[in-house]
Every structure is written in C-alpha cells, then in structure tokens.
C-alpha cells in the first residue's frame, strides 16, 4: 500500500478514536448532571458510534489488505473450449455490435466461440451475427430474464466454460481469457470474476461508478483469498459443468451473486482479478442508479434466510466476510437511519454536549467515506458526490429490503416510488426548524436537510 494511503487510513482511525471518546464522555457528563433522560440518549449514541466504528475497522482492514491479496493471471496449459455469451434485450443494435467486434478480438489459441441470447429478436442483429460467424440464440419468452436466456443456451452448450459480457461491455483488453484461464487447473475453482469496468462520463457518471466499484476494488480482492469471491454477472468465467450442477442460474433477482452462494455451498471457489478488461456505459440517470440498487438490496435479503440455515457450515472469519456481503448494505442503511432519529432528539431536547457529538459524528463518517473512496479514484469531489449518492440511497435501499421480507414481489427492473420521495422530502423538512438556534444545531439542521433532500436533488439533476 502506497505511503499517502496509510496516513490517509491513519488520519481516519484518530477521527474516529476522537469521536467515539467524546461520546463516550457524554455518558460520564449526563451521569455527573444526573441528567437520566439525556443519558438514554447518549448511551444510544455511544452504542450507535461503536457499531460505526466496527464498520470503518472492517473498511480500513479491507482497504490494507486488498493490496495484498491481488490475483495474478496465471496462463493456461491447455486450451479447453470456450462459450463467450452476450445476452440482451432491446439494447441498441448498435452497441451490440461493437461489443460483439471486441469480443472478436479476444487472444485465445483454443476453442472460442461467440453467441449472442437475443430476447429482443431484434432482426438487424440477426443478420449481423449470420455475417459474423456469431451464434444467434432467441426464445418464445423471457422467463428468467438473463438468467434463464443463459440457461436455456445451457441446454446446448458443448464448450466446458462460459464466459458472459453485458450487451453494452466493449473488450478492451485482448488478454482475458489468457490472463484467467489458467486458475480453472485447479478443479476446486468454478469461477473467475475480472472487475466491471466504466467508461469515463460526467461527474455524475464517475460518483455513481466510485459507488459501485468499491465494491470491486474492496471486498472483492480480500473475498478471493477464502475462495468467496462473488460472481457479478458478467467480466467473468465460470466452469459449466458447476453452473449445471446447481441447476444453472436460480430464479432470483440477483441471479449471480445467488449462483456464487450455491457454488459456496458445493465448497467450490470463486476469485476475482482486479484488472479491467472490458468497460461498460456508466449510468445515465439517477433512476437507472437507483433501480440497481433497489434490485440487488431485494435480491440479497432473499438469501439471507438461506445463509442463516447455512451459517454454521462455515469458518469463524469466512462468516465475518460472508456478513459483510448479505448485511453491509442492510447495517449501513439502519445505522443511518438510527443516526438520524437520535440527532433529531438531541436537537429538539437540546443537548449541548450531544450535539457537539453528533457533530464529530459527522466528521468521522464524511472523513471515512470520502477519503476512502479517493485512495481509489484520486478525485475528493467525485468521492464527496459518491458520499452523497450513497446516501440518497438511504430509502430506497430500506424500502426494497423491506418488500423483500415481507415477500411483496419486486420487478426485475423496479421503479422509483413515490413512497421514496415523500420520506426524503419530509425528513429533510424536519430538521429545518432548528436552524438559528445556536451554531451548532444551524450546522446539524442544514446537513441533515442537505442529506436528506440530495436524493430529489439527484433525480432533478439527472432524470
């Protein structure tokens, strides 16, 4: 790990040991004022800074080891048959085609052969794959959406591995399958994943990839180390005859990372390569944004049941790894929100001391966030707009969470609600009324309304 990154990283876990002991002062002060109410609310609090604490211990423990656990492609010995499949629906044609001439380019000595799972039917890339030597494969319907194209391809198949790029991903580095063929030598392997790469867009565009791609830059190279990497789609490769042996992609919303856990299951592994080999088209808007989000929060509270059933089968620590995965998005959603309904009780009782809490709280979750995405990206306003987008997600992400519990079924492609922006609008209204009562609290209240109101700012901004 670079130098300015560790101080970076050191300059996150002093904030942090600052604002966890202030708040633990709180509860000495409200004690020594026998102030019983007020210490409700800073024991709440404290509890509430040791659980955001555990999370930026996770982070800077994920952040120190990801460059250390970075998988190096390995060449194959032998050149086992490959299927590279591009499911699509209703893209343009135009797209689908450029990305079919990268895939064309791909350096591979052995067996490759290309097909597109048209569930468009579109007749312009029919002909162009009737040109183009590409297999063309289309259905009566669409059950199962990309997974289920993939699946019924499957029923025909006769290459050993799959390797699987979204409509819109161009190739542009020639090595992939060169670079990771290598690692299926060991039979225990039933996946590669590569990172998802972005092409350069707006300033929005840019946040909205830091966002998702720390994902990829984080969890997933320290994940590859215990073969619990996760499958994401597409950039990647899997051993055929693992995918059918779970029944091919399942029935879910998110097919792929439900596929990884049930090869998990098989004590079959999957890494992940931190190298870009193909970039696809960054978000347009704030609604594409969100619809991704809500659908992967849907799809991972489906399988928390499933793990919960499945928990002791596995380590101590690839429990603690598994966790992060099914509930980071879940803790850092409630916690959030926690965070917010005790700083509004704090200002409407007027703890003084709490609000200086809350203050340092503030610090230390902006300080991390950002400066943690910025090892990676090297821009502080595209990681502070990520902060911010990542926050705008607040409801949505507890709302289809929510509908996933209580088994209210969601569409694969969801749509923003109403509900959403109601709550976002009246949230950042609450805390309006406390502006002008003293420095402290004016700072509180218009953070928390800016907060709040950056999800219709978003999607006035980009929709």
């Given at each position: 790990?670079?130098?300015?990154?560790?101080?970076?990283?050191?300059?996150?876990?002093?904030?942090?040991?600052?604002?966890?002991?202030?708040?633990?002062?709180?509860?000495?002060?409200?004690?020594?004022?026998?102030?019983?109410?007020?210490?409700?609310?800073?024991?709440?609090?404290?509890?509430?800074?040791?659980?955001?604490?555990?999370?930026?211990?996770?982070?800077?423990?994920?952040?120190?080891?990801?460059?250390?656990?970075?998988?190096?492609?390995?060449?194959?010995?032998?050149?086992?048959?490959?299927?590279v499949v591009v499911p699509t629906y209703k893209v343009n044609p135009e797209i689908v085609k450029e990305t079919l001439e990268s895939i064309k380019k791909i350096e591979y000595p052995g067996e490759m052969n290309i097909y597109l799972l048209d569930d468009g039917k579109n007749k312009v890339l029919k002909e162009f794959c009737k040109k183009n030597g590409i297999g063309y494969f289309t259905r009566n319907n669409r059950e199962g959406f990309k997974g289920g194209a993939i699946n019924e391809f499957l029923k025909t198949a006769k290459e050993e591995y799959l390797a699987i790029f979204d409509a819109d991903e161009k190739v542009t580095n020639f090595n992939f399958l060169m670079d990771t063929m290598g690692h299926f030598e060991n039979e225990k392997v039933a996946f590669i994943q590569t990172d998802k790469g972005f092409r350069k867009g707006d300033l929005f565009q840019d946040a909205a990839t830091i966002t998702d791609t720390g994902f990829f830059n984080l969890v997933q190279p320290v994940n590859t180390r215990y073969g619990i990497s996760l499958f994401s789609g597409s950039c990647g490769i899997l051993r055929i005859k693992d995918l059918k042996a779970i029944g091919g992609f399942p029935r879910a919303l998110i097919e792929d990372v439900s596929s990884s856990f049930r090869l998990r299951l098989r004590e079959k592994i999957g890494l992940h390569m931190q190298i870009s080999y193909a970039k696809g088209k960054p978000y347009e808007r704030f609604s594409e944004f969100t619809k991704s989000h809500s659908r992967y929060m849907y799809g991972i509270t489906e399988l928390i049941p499933i793990y919960m059933r499945r928990f002791p089968l596995f380590g101590v620590f690839e429990n603690i790894l598994m966790g992060t995965v099914m509930?980071?998005?879940?803790?850092?959603?409630?916690?959030?929100?926690?965070?917010?309904?005790?700083?509004?009780?704090?200002?409407?009782?007027?703890?003084?001391?709490?609000?200086?809490?809350?203050?340092?709280?503030?610090?230390?979750?902006?300080?991390?966030?950002?400066?943690?995405?910025?090892?990676?990206?090297?821009?502080?306003?595209?990681?502070?707009?990520?902060?911010?987008?990542?926050?705008?997600?607040?409801?949505?992400?507890?709302?289809?969470?929510?509908?996933?519990a209580l088994k209210i079924k969601m569409h694969y492609y969801p749509r923003i609600t109403r509900t959403e922006r109601v709550l976002s609008v009246v949230s950042a209204l609450v805390y309006l009324p406390f502006i002008q009562q003293g420095p402290v609290s004016t700072i509180i209240g218009l953070w928390m309304s800016f907060l709040f109101i950056s999800y219709m700012l978003f999607k006035f901004w980009k929709n």
């Open positions: 790990m670079r130098f300015d990154n560790i101080l970076l990283l050191s300059f996150i876990a002093i904030i942090t040991i600052i604002a966890v002991g202030f708040s633990g002062w709180w509860i000495v002060y409200s004690i020594m004022q026998q102030s019983w109410f007020e210490l409700v609310h800073a024991i709440v609090f404290f509890l509430l800074m040791i659980g955001t604490s555990f999370f930026t211990v996770i982070g800077g423990i994920y952040s120190w080891e990801c460059g250390r656990n970075q998988l190096k492609p390995k060449p194959p010995t032998k050149f086992s048959p490959v299927a509930y980071g998005l879940h803790y850092l959603s409630v916690v959030q929100l926690l965070f917010a309904l005790v700083i509004l009780s704090i200002l409407v009782q007027g703890y003084q001391v709490g609000m200086v809490a809350a203050l340092l709280y503030f610090i230390q979750h902006i300080t991390f966030l950002v400066l943690l995405s910025y090892i990676f990206s090297k821009s502080l306003t595209r990681s502070f707009l990520a902060y911010l987008l990542n926050f705008s997600l607040l409801f949505p992400r507890l709302y289809s969470g929510l509908k996933s």
